[in-house]
């Protein structure tokens, strides 16, 4: 499966953005998928955001951002979304979703779970 990412871009602290996750799945497999966001700030490694499981009730929060993040799925749209809001300067980094098929109550929240990546969407948050 291929999968893009959009809807970054620059925002004040603060502020508010909604990234996209479009998935090219099959019609009907994508419900079969967990979802992550993981993003990589400039010379840092790549880390983990959230993930979605099959089951919309399985989510998870890196720590860091519970509370201002949400993930969210429409598998009619075969779309993953991550709102994020009260963002800070710290919040700057290129964001990737990604996609792993699993079964359902497996909710893989590393990044070598994950199989399927798309190419990432920069979000700058300005002091």
């Known amino acids: 499966v291929q999968l893009q990412a959009s809807g970054g871009g620059l925002v004040q602290a603060g502020g508010s953005l909604r990234l996209s996750c479009l998935a090219s799945a099959r019609t009907g497999t994508f419900s079969r998928y967990s979802l992550g966001w993981f993003r990589q700030a400039p010379g840092k490694e790549r880390e983990f955001v959230t993930a979605i499981g099959r089951s919309t009730r399985s989510t998870y929060y890196a720590d860091s951002v519970k509370g201002r993040f949400t993930v969210s799925r429409d598998n009619d749209k075969k779309t993953v979304y991550l709102q994020m809001n009260s963002l800070k300067p710290e919040d700057t980094a290129v964001y990737y979703c990604?996609?792993?098929?699993?079964?359902?109550?497996?909710?893989?929240?590393?990044?070598?779970?994950?199989?399927?990546w798309g190419r990432g969407t920069l979000v700058t948050v300005s002091s």
């Open positions: 990604a996609a792993v098929g699993t079964i359902m109550t497996f909710t893989p929240t590393t990044e070598h779970d994950y199989v399927h």
